[in-house]
């Protein structure tokens, strides 16, 4: 974990709320030189009373939902920002009191002291792109609960779920046939018309994604592709979940954020378990663990290769290196400008 380095003389915690927010100006000696709460997140009357210390100021929040437009605010107003990663908070959170106006202290503390944990503050620029794919993964998942929802209500009347397939209205069809009771045959329109709906839905989002993919990130775009098991989706997926690679020192770092490798717990010398599983990035973590999935079903090097792993480590472990590697090949690719070589993965060792 990066700590950030303040080096201002004045340092602002804020706690960030829908409605409101608690701010603590502090200087360089912990002393309180402005701790008030801020109704309505009026950010114009933030600036007026902070206006005789923001000549040199900077501004820590936690990485809560909403911060989106108090870094947006700050980078306009030409004050420094950090995002601070609310995991690694633990001095905000293991206090006997907890409250926001204790909460933008220990902030506006932990800033003077470099002891903020600092997490990536995604540009605004490329922030309604990445809105827009999550919206298409969540229309996906709402999808294929509802298809999932058809299939169970014809086992529960004891009839066998009809495949789906690409035709939806031929889907349709067979599924109303297996009903005499006419309720059953509208609950069962009711959720077919839905998942249309959706397809129609994920089919506009996926082509805007594509243009916006090929339009801005076309080289990169292309060269995920070249990945066995990474299709548009994923690709997708990795090129914005990740922003740019040169945001990573190492690839070690890359694969931790990509919840991909676990932290340690170890004491006097001895490692006492694994931590930090959760932290890093889900969305990345998915795309990895699927492209693993995908890759070995026929690619005439990796197949065998993957298999090899299942037999040494098993299939769930073996799964979790298959991703691993795939994401420090994605690494190196982006960073040097190359195509996909399974020679080189296979090559590594087991």
Same mark, same amino acid.
């Given at each position: 974990?990066?700590?950030y380095t303040?080096?201002t003389?004045?340092?602002?915690? *804020?706690?960030?709320?829908?409605?409101e927010? #608690?701010?603590?100006?502090?200087?360089?000696?912990?002393?309180?030189?402005?701790?008030?709460? *801020?109704?309505?997140?009026?950010?114009?009357?933030?600036?007026?009373?902070?206006?005789? #210390?923001?000549? +040199?100021? @900077?501004v820590?929040?936690?990485? @809560?939902?909403?911060? #989106?437009? $108090?870094?947006?605010?700050?980078?306009?107003?030409?004050?420094?920002?950090?995002?601070?990663?609310?995991?690694?908070?633990?001095?905000?959170?293991?206090?006997?009191?907890?409250?926001d106006? *204790?909460?933008?202290?220990k902030?506006?503390?932990?800033?003077?002291?470099?002891?903020?944990p600092?997490?990536?503050? /995604? =540009?605004?620029?490329?922030? =309604?792109?990445?809105?827009? $794919?999550?919206q298409?993964?969540?229309?996906?998942?709402?999808?294929?609960?509802l298809?999932?929802?058809?299939?169970?209500?014809q @086992?529960?009347e004891g009839?066998? &779920?009809?495949s789906?397939?690409t035709?939806?209205?031929?889907?349709?069809e067979?599924v109303l046939?297996?009903?005499?009771? =006419?309720?059953?045959?509208?609950?069962?329109?009711?959720?077919?018309?839905?998942?249309?709906?959706?397809d129609?839905? *994920?089919q506009?989002?996926?082509?805007?994604?594509?243009?916006?993919?090929?339009?801005?990130?076309?080289?990169?775009?292309?060269?995920?592709?070249?990945? &066995?098991?990474?299709?548009?989706t994923l690709?997708? @997926?990795?090129?914005?979940? $990740?922003?740019?690679?040169?945001?990573?020192?190492?690839v070690?770092?890359?694969?931790? /954020?990509?919840?991909?490798?676990?932290? +340690?717990?170890? +004491?006097?010398?001895?490692?006492?378990g694994?931590?930090?599983?959760?932290m890093?990035?889900a969305?990345l973590?998915?795309?990895?663990?699927?492209?693993?999935?995908?890759?070995?079903?026929k690619?005439?090097?990796?197949? &065998?290769?993957?298999?090899?792993?299942?037999?040494?480590?098993?299939k769930?472990k073996?799964?979790?290196?298959?991703?691993?590697? $795939?994401?420090?090949?994605?690494?190196?690719?982006?960073?040097?400008?190359?195509?996909?070589? &399974?020679?080189?993965?296979?090559?590594t +060792?087991?």
């Amino acid at each position: 974990m990066k700590y950030y380095t303040s080096t201002t003389e004045f340092n602002c915690g *804020i706690d960030l709320h829908a409605r409101e927010m #608690y701010a603590c100006v502090m200087d360089r000696q912990g002393n309180k030189v402005v701790h008030t709460n *801020i109704i309505g997140n009026d950010f114009a009357y933030f600036l007026k009373k902070v206006a005789p #210390y923001r000549h +040199s100021m @900077t501004v820590v929040s936690e990485c @809560t939902f909403n911060w #989106y437009w $108090l870094a947006d605010a700050c980078f306009e107003a030409d004050l420094p920002f950090v995002l601070a990663h609310a995991l690694y908070l633990k001095h905000i959170h293991g206090g006997k009191n907890k409250n926001d106006r *204790i909460d933008s202290e220990k902030l506006a503390h932990l800033l003077r002291a470099n002891l903020i944990p600092q997490a990536y503050a /995604y =540009p605004a620029e490329r922030r =309604p792109i990445r809105a827009l $794919l999550r919206q298409r993964m969540s229309c996906v998942w709402q999808r294929a609960a509802l298809m999932a929802h058809v299939s169970t209500n014809q @086992t529960a009347e004891g009839l066998k &779920p009809e495949s789906r397939g690409t035709d939806r209205e031929d889907w349709k069809e067979r599924v109303l046939s297996q009903y005499a009771h =006419p309720l059953h045959r509208l609950a069962a329109t009711c959720e077919i018309d839905l998942i249309r709906s959706y397809d129609l839905q *994920i089919q506009k989002l996926e082509l805007e994604l594509e243009r916006q993919a090929k339009t801005h990130e076309g080289h990169a775009y292309t060269l995920l592709n070249t990945v &066995p098991g990474i299709g548009r989706t994923l690709a997708l @997926t990795i090129l914005y979940e $990740l922003d740019t690679v040169d945001r990573f020192p190492g690839v070690k770092q890359f694969l931790s /954020y990509s919840r991909l490798v676990k932290g +340690s717990v170890a +004491s006097a010398g001895k490692i006492k378990g694994l931590t930090g599983g959760k932290m890093g990035n889900a969305y990345l973590r998915w795309a990895f663990g699927e492209a693993a999935v995908c890759c070995k079903r026929k690619h005439p090097l990796l197949a &065998p290769y993957a298999d090899r792993l299942v037999a040494k480590h098993g299939k769930f472990k073996a799964n979790a290196i298959l991703a691993a590697k $795939l994401a420090r090949a994605v690494y190196f690719m982006l960073q040097k400008g190359t195509a996909f070589d &399974p020679e080189k993965l296979v090559a590594t +060792s087991l």
